[in-house]
T-cell receptor, first 112, second 114 residues
Framework: GEDVEQSLFLSVREGDSSVINCTYT??????LYWYKQEPGAGLQLLTY?????DMKQDQRLTVLLNKKDKHLSLRIADTQTGDSAIYFC????????????FGAGTRLTVKP | DTGVSQNPRHKITKRGQNVTFRCDPI?????LYWYRQTLGQGPEFLTY????????KSRLLSDRFSAERPKGSFSTLEIQRTEQGDSAMYLC????????????FGPGTRLTVL
């Protein structure tokens, strides 16, 4: 099965909050990431969190980590149409392991 | 533009032909990564360099694939005897040695094998 799982689609109205969820299976994951991919573009690192943290906030973005349940979420406050994109969750063990494993991505659609 | 660049952006080839892609990382980054992304999926790790040394290879990297980074700067990914299953987006990323967790991605090379 997948190492990192995400729901495939999320649709919200402009101005609402979006919450994108991710689960992972590797308990040794040290770093957890959120990337954004717009059509025809590469992946843009949005934010990351160390496994010894349970929350990180960066402007409109809030990352919550429940290490016990291996659950990661990304909350986007006041979602804008420009936030429409595919959001990827990824995890990495750290140390000498540079193998980053990605989920299949959640396509966020923001309706005006 | 000082980001990661990749060339070409698109490549269409016939089955059985060889193709080569190039990646230019951010200039001060000494780590370079190659990923493959198929439609509807997240990127899958292929291989990683620290300077000119190729330190890790995924089992996805078959014998037909070879990557080099001869001078520790740009890298090339060659696919020999391409197959239709090789059709994908090939992504390159780079990072600084002491901040290896922050990988910056290029726009990718989309390969279509007919």
């Amino acid at each position: 099965g997948e190492d990192v799982e995400q729901s495939l689609f999320l649709s919200v109205r402009e101005g609402d909050s979006s919450v994108i969820n991710c689960t992972y299976t590797d308990s040794s994951s040290t770093y957890l990431y959120w990337y954004k991919q717009e059509p025809g573009a590469g992946l843009q690192l949005l934010t990351y969190i160390f496994s010894n943290m349970d929350m990180k906030q960066d402007q409109r973005l809030t990352v919550l980590l429940n290490k016990k349940d291996k659950h990661l979420s990304l909350r986007i406050a006041d979602t804008q149409t420009g936030d429409s994109a595919i959001y990827f969750c990824a995890e990495r063990q750290g140390g000498n392991n540079n193998d980053m494993r990605f989920g299949a991505g959640t396509r966020l659609t923001v309706k005006p | 533009d000082t980001g990661v660049s990749q060339n070409p952006r698109h490549k269409i080839t016939k089955r059985g032909q060889n193709v080569t892609f190039r990646c230019d990382p951010i200039s001060e980054h000494n780590r370079l990564y190659w990923y493959r992304q198929t439609l509807g999926q997240g990127p899958e790790f292929l291989t990683y360099f620290q300077n000119e040394a190729q330190l890790e290879k995924s089992r996805l990297l078959s014998d037909r694939f070879s990557a080099e980074r001869p001078k520790g700067s740009f890298s090339t990914l060659e696919i020999q005897r391409t197959e239709q299953g090789d059709s994908a987006m090939y992504l390159c990323a780079s990072s600084l040695d002491d901040r290896g967790h922050e990988q910056f991605f290029g726009p990718g090379t989309r390969l279509t094998v007919l």
